[in-house]
């Protein structure tokens, strides 16, 4: 099966306007699309541009709460229980018109003021309600790792802790978005974590370090990682998520070869 790759909205287009960018994706051949956030416009707008395009949405994240006070995710934070339902509540609502069937929770920051075990508890009873909602509504919940050096103090870790909390909530409604960027700033040894954890990754996602730019342009050999992927029948989405290095058009001479450009 073909590799299927998502234009990540949020990262690539920005010379657009965000409901723009939906075209000019499918201009460029993506079939799908994610971003980070919708809920600054109705959904049955978002809905509009993705039929207009043929587009899929493939994901997109549950609020992060305050982002000018440095939130990063609600999931983990003790006292915003009620807050973390709210975000849920709206991320359904909004998967459900734009029948998207993934949905990113955020963990949110590492809470010094108070015991990490308690911090942990608090996450994983969000994440058993997220992955219980999930559920009802027929998708799947995702926690990804994130490097500590681009987002400092990001309560999940890394690929051990996520399979850990995973296997503890023991839900198919809730696993793994693995971003290749952030293995390989936390880890590295990109394609023995991938089989490590192949048996919970639902989603992944793609940047090139050190500068989180396009898959050709950084340390990591992405056409061997591409390969490797196809070889072991990865049928997922792979979700471009870095930061073009000059127009975006102009940094997918990678993607040539997996997508039908329309002119
Ligand atoms: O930063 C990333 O890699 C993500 O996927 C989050 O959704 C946004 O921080
Ligand atoms: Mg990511």
């Known amino acids: 099966m073909p590799l299927k790759f998502a234009a990540n909205l949020s990262f690539l287009y920005q010379d657009l306007p965000f409901l723009d ?23 049955s707008e978002i809905r509009r541009r993705l039929d207009d395009n043929g587009l899929t949405q493939v994901l997109f994240n549950l ?58 508890a608090v996450y994983r009873g969000n994440l058993e309600i997220a992955a219980r909602a999930a559920q009802d509504a027929g998708i799947t919940a995702l926690i990804e790792p994130i490097n500590d050096k681009d987002m400092p103090g990001y309560f999940l870790e890394n690929c ?15 696993q793994l978005q693995f971003d290749i960027y952030h293995v390989q700033r936390t880890d590295g040894d990109i394609i023995n974590q991938y089989l490590k954890f192949a048996p919970i990754i639902r989603h992944i996602q793609i940047a090139n370090p050190p500068h989180r730019f396009e898959p050709d342009n950084g340390e990591i050999n992405y056409p061997y990682i591409f390969e490797f992927l196809d070889g072991e029948g990865y049928a997922g989405w792979i979700g471009c998520e870095y930061k073009p290095s000059a127009g975006t058009r102009e940094t997918l001479g990678w993607a040539r070869a997996f997508l039908s450009a329309k002119s």
């Open 21 to 43: 960018r939906f075209s000019a994706a499918a201009q460029d051949g993506f079939t799908g699309v994610e971003y980070l956030s919708p809920y600054e416009f109705p959904s």
């Open 63 to 120: 609020s992060a709460g305050d982002a000018a006070k440095g939130e990063r995710g609600l999931a983990s934070l003790p006292g915003r229980e009620s807050d973390f339902a709210d975000s849920l509540e709206r991320a359904l609502e909004y998967a459900t018109d734009l029948d998207c069937k993934r949905l990113h929770v955020m963990a949110g920051i590492r809470d010094k003021s108070i015991d990490r075990d308690r911090q942990y």
């Open 160 to 174: 051990r802790m996520a399979a850990t909390l995973i296997a503890e909530i023991n839900n198919p409604h809730l």
